[in-house]
């Protein structure tokens, strides 16, 4: 957790530190003229200190070393990477040209979000992803849901080799910073040991760039939705790649009246589909469904 106790000041670094050792800590929420927020799985607490402007330009010149112009490019996005992968989030009056968000300025609320790392999460379900070849898989869930947690393990999984099945070279198009978290070209999570990382790169062209130049089994992208993103999706199926990919939705029926994705369920493209639920009813934190839309999980009794 040090890259978070590196970007905070010495006055609140006492307040977050005792909270960080805390498995349970999702979100650290710093406000303007407000007590620190922290977020856990399933409760909210606050600190007696509200956070002044002193602390805000402190934190600032923290995260940005101490040159705001450096920052430009990530302040776009609303978010900054540091080093543990974690996301600081940022919210303040948004600065336009010719239409488009060109920095972020008078900063109001920064969000950060602890990054863990859960190896082995997603063992139970390689068996499913794979059959002579990794299978065309869609993992859905609504936010906070695990879906990037998943993908993750996911990804570490198949790149280091599972059981009777070697490792495969895996094309990550880490449009978001968030699966890899890379800090200046250097994945700060274990995403296996053959996998190759475009990263704050538009999913549509990286896919493209990655098919041309790294020669890549099985691409690997977050949270598609767009034409563009399908079109690309096609291209590499077409191409002989297999391709895993996440998508905000709480069901498979609201993902088929999405028209930006009817292509994809029209030409049948995924054989398999986790479904993620951030209310855990059983042992299950998932429904694994086959390209019939059967439950594998179900069919073998466990």
Known sequence: MEGILNILPDKLTPLVKQELNKKSLQEIRLRLNQP???????????????VGKSDFSQMINLLSEHSFYRLANELKEGFITIHGGHRVGIAGEVITKN????????????????????????????????????????????????????????????????????????ALIDERSEIAASKNG??????????????????????????????????????????????????????????????????LDELKNRPSLQKLFKYNVFER???????????????ILNEQENNLLKKRGV
């Open 36 to 50: 620190i927020e922290f977020i856990f799985e399933d409760n909210i607490t606050y600190t007696p200190y509200s």
């Open 186 to 251: 250097i994945p700060q999570h274990n995403i296996g040991k053959r996998t190759d990382v475009m990263d704050a790169c538009p999913k549509a062209e990286g896919m493209m760039m990655m098919i041309r130049s790294m020669s890549p089994e099985v691409i690997v992208v977050d949270e598609i939705g767009s034409k563009e993103d399908v079109f690309a999706i096609l291209e590499a199926i077409h191409a002989g790649v297999s391709i895993i990919c996440s998508v905000h939705g709480h069901s």
């Open 273 to 287: 589909f986790i479904i993620l639920n951030r209310t855990v009813e059983s042992h299950h934190h998932f429904v």
């Open 99 to 170: 239409g488009k968000v060109h920095s972020i300025k008078h900063i109001s609320s920064l969000n950060i979000r602890v990054a863990r790392e859960r190896i082995n999460v997603a063992e139970p379900l390689i068996p499913h992803l794979y059959k002579d070849q990794i299978l065309n898989t869609l993992v859905i869930g609504p936010p906070q849901s695990g879906k990037t947690t998943y993908l993750r393990d996911i990804i570490r999984i198949i790149s280091t080799g599972w059981r009777h099945v070697k490792a495969k070279k895996i």
